[in-house]
């Protein structure tokens, strides 16, 4: 009896699931935007010292993007003519967009109020060469606006710049200086957001570690679930402060019209229930109890795995898991503690929905499911083996609990 009634209910949320995946993948089309991302940086300089960090900046940039569906168009360590044909394919694709980003790593500095990116062939003999060598950041802007709803531009380009003091020793380089300028609002239009490693007029570290420090601070905050942008920034600005003891505070100038939320994650989506390919039916029959397959050749449980799949967070660190080191869960609200201190805090709302208050306020995670360490890894390894299942049920200590003890159990459960 047991066995049929689990029977019938698994027809019955599969019935539903496939009803939920058509809603699902509506509102997934539905909701679709189209991102273009531009990203730069320059390190060896061929009249200049070199940089240790932009490119690897860059690349480490470039590579977040596209995890958050960014097309992105790339130059590392490109000269003037390279790096204006990388602009004009980046403007020519971007038209249209419903996002467009600009990141920069490298030599910049200012002259006259005006900011220019410095291509790794650049001389600056003299403030002419600017036209000739360097890029100009109003351009870039320029080739951002077109029919383009949200802009986004990063600049850690605040660095010690002798280029910028060898233009400042000429004639007519009196103004230049290696900090860069505010960029009115204006020159972006509406809908823009342009963020400074560094406040204006003021210089950047370049950081002794894998990246700088704005680069750094950007990388775990872009990509985190569910947090605009400008909330992101003030984080960024906050790790910086602090990354460099007060010495370096970025610079934000937003005129966005609504918020911007790069990693959009619905913890309230429907599971769908089912393995992603059943088994044969008696008799050898090619029908398939989870749905028909459709012109691509996938059931229509395969394309709802899929489409949960997609919706998983992700860790804010790609570093192992261990049981009781700390950890980068992208999550303020757990970040920095191990899953051996997590499991004997307190749950943030009932793990059961209706339970009465008094079963389970106040009392601590490990008393209510007996977890130890090795009943703990049974249930990681279920995460691991079916990696959808973590958004099947909200957690008391949040998706990216689930996310984080699946990768734990990947790695053997250490």
């Known amino acids: 009896m047991r066995s049929d009634l689990i ?9 539903a699931g496939l009803a939920a995946l058509a809603l699902l993948l509506t509102v997934t089309a539905a909701s679709a ?20 960090n932009p490119v690897r900046d860059a690349q480490a940039m470039a590579e977040r993007l ?7 168009f790339s130059g590392f360590d490109l000269p003037k003519l390279q790096t204006q044909a990388t602009i004009a394919q980046f403007a020519k694709q971007g038209r249209g967009a419903d996002i467009a980003l600009f990141f920069y790593a490298g030599h910049g500095l200012q002259v006259s109020g005006k900011n220019y990116l410095l291509p790794v062939d650049a001389t600056l003999e003299d403030e002419t060469s600017l036209d000739f060598e360097a890029v100009s950041v109003d351009f870039i802007l320029q080739q951002m606006s077109r029919e383009t709803s949200i802009k986004l531009v990063f600049l850690d380009a605040c ?8 233009l400042a020793k000429t004639a007519g380089g009196k103004g230049a200086s290696s900090g860069l300028a505010e960029i009115p609002i204006e020159k972006g239009g509406a809908g823009t957001l342009v963020a400074f490693a560094a406040s204006p007029n003021q210089l950047a570290y370049d950081g002794s570690g894998e990246h700088s420090p704005f680069t750094s601070a950007l990388l775990k905050r872009i990509g ?63 029908a398939s109890n989870t749905g028909a397959a459709g012109a691509s050749g996938q059931s229509d449980d395969q394309l709802a795995l899929d489409v949960l799949r997609q919706k998983i967070p992700r860790l804010a660190s790609d570093d192992p898991i261990f ?17 051996a201190q997590l499991i004997k ?6 793990p059961v929905e209706g339970l009465d208050k008094s079963v389970w ?54």
């Open 7 to 15: 029977a019938c209910c698994g027809g019955l949320f599969r019935a």
């Open 323 to 339: 049981f009781n080191h700390p950890i980068d869960f992208g999550d303020p609200a757990i970040d920095g503690k191990s899953i």
């Open 361 to 414: 306020e106040d009392k601590h995670c490990d008393g209510c499911h007996e977890w130890d360490e090795a009943r703990l890894c049974e249930q990681a390894r279920n995460f691991a083996t079916n990696d959808a299942s973590v958004l099947r049920l909200q957690h008391p200590l949040g998706t990216r609990f689930k996310v984080a003890l699946a990768k734990w159990a990947q790695g053997g459960c250490k």
């Open 224 to 286: 985190e679930s569910n947090v605009s942008i400008t909330d992101a920034m003030n984080r960024v600005t906050s790790d910086v402060f602090k990354a460099t003891s007060g010495k370096q505070r970025p610079w934000i100038n937003v005129s966005l019209k609504t918020d911007v939320v790069l990693h959009k994650v619905d913890l309230n989506a429907p599971l769908i229930v089912g393995e992603a390919s059943a088994p044969p039916t008696e008799g050898g029959s090619d």
């Open 345 to 350: 805090g307190k749950p943030l709302f009932s």
């Open 33 to 52: 935007e189209r991102r273009i991302a531009l990203v730069l940086g320059n390190s060896q300089y061929q009249h200049a010292a070199p940089l240790a």
């Open 66 to 72: 596209k995890k958050l569906d960014f097309e992105v």
């Open 159 to 166: 660095r010690d710049n002798p280029l910028a003091e060898m």
